[in-house]
């Protein structure tokens, strides 16, 4: 057998392979607005009141200074020169909150609605969208991680729909080329004494788990020739979008995700790190702030330019957010009443706040959002019942968003 | 009763005997086999031939492939018990440490978990020693649930067990999982949907460890006398200078406290008709019988103390470790064996491993009746235990391929099924070096928490406050602390010829083994051996290529350098990937490359599944 059968004579059931494995193909749900989420995620917990929350006491605002914005009423801070220009195109939700107030565990209710436990591990929101949008034509996995972080587990729903990771926006999927000592031809070659050899061994040892791994083969076959696979090789891209970005590498992953919804990814989670500032925060904050000052910007200027925001969520989020006092060391502590996430695109109110925190920033006052709301209003506005429900290997109901509701007045 | 001296003597001689023997419970457990399948009139398997066995083995027992020198020293021995030499050899060897600490570590979830300062240095330490030493399973067991004490102590890693998870009723519904393989979280919260447990059950369970708790900072009484002044100044003049001190006296401070009070409180939102929210419950155990408590304070008195208070400490949870690893519990022995049973031969003894119920003995009550005595006779003893299975002639006999349809009896050997991760990364490295086990350690590997603890021994609060203002900020700190341990331990040699096994969370993710399907240890046996794509990019176009394939230095490439004939070259690389030689319809594949069909045999499905 040559490469083109093994290609083209892959089986549609069984198979471990995401986009090979879904549903015939659907209509998006109606009321649904978003195709596509991207959602930028800030581990480490964001300083509300040095970047988007501004409008409290002076003094919670420590050394930030405030920028005017492109739109009355809205104000930033100083580190976000750039956003300051295009806040037209985001919405501010000032009054989020969760329930936890460590890293791993504020981690992990902010991406999958749960708070963590030993007997199960939940899937990010991710998974659930991967899971539930998939189609059978889909050439490209719909849940991709960019970045460094946590990686976008499926938790107990089937491995197949975790995020398939590419840590470095430049390199592009890890081994989805052939390795350099090895020919187009010489592939071939190899795959055709793999293919006499696993049949071999199949007549008298052959069970679901080994055809599984043949299907596997072949669809990652399948992925590796696929004419979307350039999908991740940003050096495609025309030279009037990359100018539109620097050369940072959160940049380059905002980039990349643009380039993903192009093709039709529904999920792209970009990770960037690094805001855990309990020391010294106005002299670590503003490069990371610059980071995603500029590649956020780009990024909306890019899915505008390709006509993608109506049909794109953007999503900025944290785990939490940082306390209003600025602690002897010069930096913040972690506080989960009350901080700040974006959303963009979509349909979304831009150019808007919603919610507020008490002018001491102290708390959540006004329009409050938890964690759970916030992941079901993505859901939502991707045509999905944040109650939707799937069961755990041993039986145990979960719905997507928790006991979330989507709050539908984020959107005109 | 005083037993008179000679009896004394008669009886451990008898036990010896027993131990001593592993090859006659082989014998008794194919007899126990061979009965069934006459009565259901089903042909036994054929027996498998000294390669498979070889392969098989070393898979099974040591967690790899054998290298070609192995191999062929095996198949060259004309020894008539040489099948039962090798199983002896293989349980006694480095690997065998090796491919078990990693079983075991994945159910004990030895695991960095940050937040409570939770290092699994000591933990794993203290994991690897006990099958180093092949401590006693049940005697294991005991030691993890009653751990006490300070958590870098060098030896008392069994701490390791709460510290990771000291969310007390969570910790509870694990242990019982873990040691009894049975599910009864659910109950936590409402009563169990399918089972009997109800959440009263629950918090009756629960009383035997209550108050035991996980504290990483000196005592309260310790720390406002002798710390909190200097961390108050330390907080306010620098951050590094205070954060040193905190963690440096977290690592010589971290333990866990308690033991029980055999008291427990139902939750304050309990709804069922048995009981009153916040209700006083005594400790009871869910089947079985209730080892004797000797409380110090009546339940009348307890029920009048403040909500939060459960009584004095009586260590009832010595009670429980006593309960749960009992020979006479019903669940602790016959989980142990279900669990090893589905290691080695892939299929349910008696059920699923975390999932069983009291009655179930499952398909073949009379094997697991028999396995469970052996267990037993054996104390526990994980080694002589695996001696009899291997041993077995059900172990040696052809493997089988389970379809949709599979044969009434399906206990009478193994089954083909994919191996698992580390074993399929420790498999090539056994391709790219002449010992592959060499990095498995011998004895006790400190890390930076243990050397701190060691070292600050007779520190006095002075020389923490010294070292703190001496130490550049926390990360310096802690790469100081590994450096120094690191030059106290032997050289394990060039990491990328380390087993699975050697990696400690200090040295970085085993890329590999995480694509393959390793656990992330969050949850109980939570590996997977599911294909997905990065996987197999991997395997296509990843670095066997490098390391491998088209690396001179590889063991195997050195071994066929020297090799003329090229038909001879190509049975050595059949032997060592696949363990066998080529069969007559492979000959027609040696006209390829060598490159090419290297490629091809690690890639296929023979070397990543055991047959």
């Known amino acids: 057998m040559n490469r083109r059968e093994f290609i083209y004579s892959v089986g549609m059931s069984g198979m471990s392979i995401p986009f090979l494995n879904a549903a015939p193909s659907a209509a998006l749900a109606p009321g649904s607005k978003a195709k596509s989420v991207i959602n930028i995620f800030l581990s480490g917990g964001l300083s509300q009141y040095d970047s988007f929350n501004v409008e409290v006491d002076k003094d919670v605002l420590g050394k930030s200074a405030i920028l005017k914005s492109n739109v009355d009423g809205i104000r930033v801070s100083n580190y976000f020169p750039t956003l300051a220009k295009q806040m037209d195109k985001l919405l501010v939700i000032n009054a989020m909150q969760t329930n936890q107030g460590a890293h791993p565990a504020g981690i992990y209710k902010m991406l999958t609605s749960y708070n963590p436990r030993s007997s199960v591990t939940h899937p990010e929101l991710g998974a659930w969208i991967n899971k539930a949008l998939t189609r059978e034509q889909d050439s490209l996995p719909n849940f991709v991680s960019i970045g460094n972080g946590r990686s976008g587990t499926a938790g107990f729903l089937s491995g197949q729909w975790a995020a398939l990771p590419v840590r470095k926006p430049n390199a592009g999927i890890d081994f989805a080329n052939r390795h350099k000592a090895v020919s187009a031809e010489t592939l071939d070659q190899r795959l055709d004494i793999l293919a006499s050899l696993n049949k071999d061994f199949d007549k008298d040892h052959g069970t679901k788990d080994t055809q599984s791994y043949q299907d596997s083969y072949k669809g990652s076959l399948k992925f590796m020739n696929s004419k979307d696979i350039d999908a991740f090789e940003l050096k495609k891209e025309s030279e009037k979008i990359v100018k539109l970005y620097d050369g940072q590498e959160f940049s380059r992953s905002c980039l990349l995700a643009g380039r993903l919804v192009e093709r039709g990814v529904r999920y792209v989670k970009v990770n960037l790190g690094g805001w855990d500032y309990h020391d010294a925060l106005y002299d670590k904050f503003p490069q990371n702030a610059s980071r995603l000052d500029k590649g956020l910007a780009s990024l909306l200027e890019h899915l505008s330019q390709k006509g993608l925001l109506d049909s794109t969520l953007v999503v900025v989020s944290t785990e939490f957010g940082r306390k209003p006092l600025v602690n002897p060391n010069k930096g913040r502590d972690h506080h989960p009443d009350g901080f700040t996430c974006l959303m963009a695109g979509a349909g979304v109110k831009a150019g808007e706040i919603y919610g507020s925190t008490s002018k001491d920033g102290k708390k959540a006052e006004k329009d409050i959002l938890d964690v759970t709301d916030f992941n079901a209003t993505i859901a939502w506005r991707l045509g999905i019942d944040p109650n939707l429900e799937e069961k755990s290997p041993t039986g145990r109901p979960f719905k997507l968003a928790n006991r979330g509701k989507a709050r539908k007045t984020l959107f005109s | ?611």
């Open chain 2, 1 to 611: 009763m005083k037993i008179p001296f000679i009896i004394f003597l008669l009886i451990l001689s008898v036990t010896a005997s027993v131990v001593a023997d592993p090859r006659a419970h082989a014998r008794e457990v194919d007899q126990i086999m061979a009965t069934e399948l006459k009565k259901l009139g089903q042909e036994a398997r054929p027996q498998i031939d000294d390669y498979t066995f070889c392969r098989r083995l070393y898979l099974d027992a040591i967690g790899r492939i054998p290298t070609l020198d192995e191999l062929d020293q095996f198949i060259a021995d004309k020894r008539a018990d040489k099948r039962a030499r090798l199983i002896d050899n293989l349980l006694n060897s480095k690997g065998y440490n090796s491919h078990w600490y990693n079983y075991w570590a994945d159910l004990l979830r030895v695991k960095y978990v940050g937040d409570k300062l939770h290092h699994p240095g000591n933990y794993a330490e203290w994991v690897k020693e006990s099958v180093r030493t092949n401590k006693p399973y049940n005697k294991i067991a005991y030691e993890l649930i009653n751990a006490n004490g300070k958590l870098y102590k060098p030896g008392n890693g069994a701490t390791g067990f709460y510290a990771r998870e000291p969310m007390a009723l969570d910790h509870l519904a694990n242990s019982v999982k873990t040691f009894l393989g049975m599910s009864i979280e659910c109950a936590q919260c409402h009563d169990h949907p399918f089972d009997d447990w109800t959440q009263l059950d629950f918090y009756k369970l629960a009383a035997f460890t209550s108050k035991t708790y996980l504290r990483v900072d000196p005592l309260p009484a310790d720390e406002k006398e002798k710390f909190a002044k200097d961390r108050k100044i330390l907080k306010n003049k620098s951050f590094d200078e205070w954060i040193v001190y905190r963690e440096s006296l977290r690592v010589k401070h971290a333990s866990i406290y308690g033991n029980g009070t055999g008291y427990s409180r139902l939750p304050h939102d309990y709804e069922y008709n048995d009981g009153e929210p916040h209700e006083v419950m005594e400790a009871d155990v869910l089947f079985g019988s209730m080892p004797v408590i000797h409380y110090k304070m009546p339940k009348d008195k307890v029920e009048k103390l403040n909500k939060k208070q459960f009584g004095p400490q009586i260590n009832s949870r010595k009670s429980l470790a006593n309960w749960m690893t009992s020979r006479e519990n019903p669940m602790f022995t016959k989980a142990t064996v279900n669990r090893l049973w589905y290691r080695i031969m892939g299929t349910e003894l008696v059920g699923p491993i975390g999932g069983l119920d009291l009655e179930s003995t499952g398909d073949h009550p009379a094997l697991t009746e028999k396995l469970v005595e052996i267990m037993k006779v054996t104390d526990y003893d994980i080694k002589a235990f695996l001696t009899v299975l291997f041993n077995s002639q059900a172990y040696q006999s052809k493997a089988l391929a389970l379809k949709a349809t599979p044969p009434a009896y399906v206990l009478d050997g193994p089954i083909v099924r994919r191996l698992p991760a580390e074993v399929i990364v420790d498999s090539i490295l056994s391709l790219r070096t002449k010992d592959p086990d060499a990095s498995v350690a011998t004895k006790f590997r400190w890390d930076g928490f243990t050397h701190f603890y060691d070292k600050s021994r007779n520190m006095t609060v002075k020389n923490f406050v010294d070292y703190s203002i001496a130490s550049p900020g926390r990360a310096k700190f802690q790469m100081r602390e590994e450096k120094e341990a690191k030059e106290r331990n032997r050289d394990l040699g060039p990491k990328s010829l380390w087993r699975a096994s050697t990696y400690t969370h200090n040295d970085g993710q085993h890329l590999a083994s995480i694509l393959m399907g390793q656990s992330t240890r969050d949850l109980i046996d939570s590996a997977n051996t599911q294909p997905d794509i990065p996987q197999i990019l991997y395997l296509m176009n990843g670095h066997l290529e490098g390391h491998v394939i088209r690396d001179p230095k590889a063991y195997l490439n050195q071994k066929i350098r020297h090799e003329k004939d090229r038909a001879k070259r190509m049975e050595m690389i059949w032997k060592a990937v696949l363990g066998r030689l080529p069969k007559p319809s492979e000959r027609a594949l040696f006209k390829h490359k060598q490159a090419d069909v290297m490629w091809a045999l690690l890639n296929s499905n023979e070397f990543k599944f055991v047959r």
